[in-house]
Structures are given as structure tokens and as C-alpha cells.
């Protein structure tokens, strides 16, 4: 129940039915609360007992979710920058210069950049600029996948 993808995975679902149902009468207020007073437990985790490397980029962009759906808690700040932090940390150890992942698989190369893609995603929806350094390797990511893939994709 508590490891870092399944924290992450539960705030970004959260965030869509939380906000996708609003108006529907069968998101209760009392499943309402219980989701808000867990939150902050599930940002807490992610901000504290993340994993490196591909699971880092999802946890990371859990937390970004998080600090952007409901800027309301307290931490929300601080983890939108902590995510921000970590990411241009990770997205400098993870990918050569290149643009290949290190783990050089197409699959965890498209995981870690489908959600170093989607912190640029929220970033963007909340006003918030991305360094350009951050979208610079994220295009040689892009590149890396146009030279390597096959024609039949």
C-alpha cells in the first residue's frame, strides 16, 4: 500500500475523480474528505521515501500533481519545488548526452519521458516555467527515440 508507485499512481487518479466527479452526487462528501485527509500523507511519503532512477520521474510527477490540484495544503509549495528539484537532478543522472535513458530499453525510455514530459504538462497548466535546460534534454530524448525506432515503430 505504501510504496512510492502506488502513492503516486493513487494521486494522479485521485486528482482526476476528485475533480472529474465534483458535481456528481456519488463521489460523497464523506469519500470527498477522506481523500483530502489523505493527501497530505500520500505528498509526505512521496517527498520522503521515493526510488530512483524510472519509478523516481512517476513518484515525482505524483507529487507535482499533488502540489498543483490542491495548492491549498501547506506543503504544496515545497513539494512542487522539491519535485522540480529532483527531476532536473534525476533527468541530468538518467539520460546520456545522447538522449538515451540508462537503462537503454525503448520501454523505460518512454516511461521515464512520458513523465518528465508530464511534469513539463503540469508545469505548464499551473503557470509554472520549466528551466529551458529541462526541455532541451527532453528534445534529445525525443531525437534519441526518432533515430532508434523502427520504421514499423
Known amino acids: 500500500m505504501w510504496r512510492g508507485l502506488e502513492v503516486s499512481f493513487r494521486i494522479k487518479a485521485w486528482s482526476r475523480v476528485f475533480y472529474g466527479l465534483m458535481k456528481n452526487k456519488l463521489l ?41 490540484a490542491w495548492p491549498e495544503f501547506s506543503e504544496s509549495a515545497a513539494w512542487l519545488e522539491y519535485a522540480g528539484k529532483t527531476l532536473t ?15 537503454l530499453t525503448s520501454s523505460y525510455h518512454l516511461v521515464a519521458l512520458s513523465n518528465f514530459s508530464g511534469f513539463v504538462d503540469i508545469c505548464r497548466q499551473a503557470n509554472i516555467p520549466v528551466p529551458k535546460k529541462f526541455h532541451k534534454k527532453l528534445e534529445s530524448m525525443w531525437n534519441y527515440l526518432a533515430y532508434t525506432i523502427k520504421p514499423d515503430g
Open 28 to 68: 460523497t462528501p464523506a469519500t470527498r474528505l477522506l481523500i483530502l485527509s489523505s493527501l497530505p500523507e500520500h505528498g509526505h511519503y512521496a517527498r520522503n521515501f521515493h526510488a530512483q532512477g524510472n519509478w523516481l520521474t512517476m513518484e515525482m510527477t505524483g507529487l507535482a500533481t499533488l502540489s498543483t
Open 89 to 103: 537532478e534525476s533527468l541530468d543522472e538518467q539520460v546520456y548526452p545522447d538522449g538515451a535513458q540508462t537503462e
